[in-house]
């Protein structure tokens, strides 16, 4: 990029260094960098192609893509991740929403339900994307990190939901009152043995997000066993999982009396979210 005397080779000098790091879709995250710089939207850098881009733009550019090149997520230099259908604020404290997950917001909106919780909210991108869905509904979001949790109150405030949802910082079940139609959560079940093998990227996230530090279904098991308190009679349990641990978190949901236990695909067709209803209790 020191030799790019326009916008459009900037970004072609960008997307060329990307490519050369291994990073998937070079020329769109080159074009998203260089917007973030010129503080444009992404739409509109064909209008300035031809554009003369100054030294200290350039300088600052390269602030910026060095970063990407240390394979920090893209979503945390631009402080904004797209999720089903709007923009949250991420950052090194929550995990980045990725599309997949949007297959269990699909899969909890084909329910009924008044009220929701999500447990292990993160950036609340689950959470606030079925408030946003359900005029009315209310919700309830825990997280064990305060950092967390002051993300997802931001979010609640910009997606003009703040009046129907509060957070809570919990272990689980832990500070958690009450009964819910619908409980969803995306919780840490990648095994402690697989953390190496991962994305780079993933080193920037936080750990205890990602990683129960043992087998990747202790969260399971303790969802699954506290979900009957804590969800009314005939509600729902959804919960991401990851795509070869359909069988054994299918045991775990069923073994805690839980029915009509179902796995829904995500696009790719992989195993991703897992549900259970709670029994409809006799009178």
Known sequence: MSHARTVGAAIRELAAALGRAGIDAPLRE???????????????????????????????????????????PLSHILGRRAFYKHEFHVGPDVLDPRPET???????????FETVLDLGTGSGAILLSL??????????????????????EGNAARLGVA??????????????????????SNPPYIAANEMPDLALELAHEPRMALTDEGDGLSAYRIIAGGAAAYLAPGGWLLLEIGHLQGPEVLA????????????????????????????????
């Open 252 to 283: 775990i949901l069923q073994g805690a009396g839980l029915e009509d236990v179902r796995i829904r695909p995500d696009m790719d067709g992989r195993d991703r979210v897992i549900m259970g209803r709670n029994p409809v209790q006799s009178a």
């Open 30 to 72: 080159a074009r998203l960098i260089v917007a973030h710089v010129l503080d444009l939207p992404a739409a509109r850098l064909t209008l300035v192609e031809h554009d003369p881009i100054g030294a200290d733009m350039l300088q600052a550019l390269k602030e910026v893509a060095d970063l990407r090149l240390e394979r920090r």
């Open 131 to 152: 408030l946003a869905e359900r005029v009315g509904v209310r919700g309830a979001g825990s997280d064990l990190s305060p950092a967390a949790l002051r993300i997802a």
């Open 102 to 112: 949007e297959t269990l917001v699909v899969a909890a909106l084909e329910h009924r």
């Open 163 to 184: 009046a129907r949802v509060q957070f809570v910082l919990s272990d689980w079940f832990g500070a958690i009152t009450g009964r819910y139609d619908l409980i969803v």
